[in-house]
C-alpha cells in the first residue's frame, strides 16, 4: 500500500483530499519525530517501532568474498503486535 492510496482511503471516509494529506502528514510526521528522539513508537493492535544497537561484526563482500568489519551501529526495528500477527493468520 502507497501513501497515495491512503491518502486515497481517508477521502473515500468523507475527508477531502487536502484534509486527508495533512492527516497523513501529520501521523508520519509525528512518528518521524518521535523516532528521532530516540523514542520507542507503539501503536496498540499494530505494532511498534524501536531503535537498537547493533554490534560491530565480520561480513564478506558477496562479489569478491573479501572479509569486511561492519562497525557498531544503530538499526530501526519494527516488531508487529500479537493481534495484528493474529489477523494475518486468518
Known sequence: ???????KSL???GLTKNQAN???DAFFGSIISA???DKKVFLSGFGS???????SRMARNPKT????ALGARKALV???SQVLK???KG
Open 22 to 24: 495533512a492527516a497523513v
Open 78 to 80: 519494527f516488531k508487529p
Open 49 to 55: 517501532w524501536e531503535w537498537r544497537q547493533r554490534r
Open 1 to 7: 500500500m502507497t501513501r497515495r492510496e491512503i491518502v
Open 35 to 37: 523516532l528521532k528522539e
Open 65 to 68: 568474498g573479501k572479509a569486511v
Open 11 to 13: 477521502n473515500q471516509m
Open 86 to 88: 493474529n489477523k494475518l
